[in-house]
């Protein structure tokens, strides 16, 4: 099975931070990986596929990069309704794996 | 518009079995693979299991393999999840959730169910 590492675990940023997130697998993965914000008491959103294909009707200061083991999740200008949980999924193989999550809070 | 709702949870003693549903709309069903993903309290995501759009490949975790079935009646647009065996570390918010593409068992999950709870205690 494919293990997701994701970084850090927590964090605190100013409203208009840039905020970054990693993400690791134990195997390449090519560019199949996707993230999630979780909203408390929701079903997560998918905010990015493949890497770097953001969602249509997404806001633009979300953005994904990387390939591989090694991906980056960014939000610039974070804003008060970013709060939440954020997970990076991967879909190269069975069993689809989730990384740990990261919860994102304002100052 | 797509809508998966969630149904059938509740509260179960260990050992004892509780079938999911989630209902579907809005959308070809028979086309899409259909997965179910939960969530323990304060925890993470785990994926669970998957269907095919025909219903003929299934795959699970190893957590649930052996104790949970998932299957689906596309002539109902309805995706269910038989748990038997229930144990403590089963209890969890379970979703169902669609992926993106036709026919593909993997990819990115573009519409969930609202949750269902099940708690597993005596």
Known sequence: ?107 | QVQLVDSGGGVVQPGRSLRLSCTASGFTFSYFGMHWVRQAPGKGLEWVAVISNDGNKKYYADSVKGRFTISRDNSKNTLSLQMNSLRAEDTAVYYCAKIVGQWELRGSFDFWGQGTLVTVSS
């Open chain 1, 1 to 107: 099975d494919i293990q997701m590492t994701q970084s850090p675990s927590s964090l605190s940023a100013f409203v208009g931070d840039r905020v970054t997130i990693t993400c690791q697998a134990t195997q390449d993965i090519n560019h199949y990986l996707n993230w999630y914000q979780q909203r408390p008491g929701k079903a997560p959103k998918v905010l990015i596929h493949d890497a770097s294909n953001l969602e249509r009707g997404v806001p633009s200061r979300f953005s994904g990069s990387g390939s591989g083991t090694d991906f980056t999740f960014t939000i610039s200008n974070v804003q008060p309704e970013d709060i939440a949980t954020y997970y990076c999924q991967q879909h190269d193989s069975l069993p689809l794996t989730f990384g740990g999550g990261t919860k994102v809070q304002i100052k």
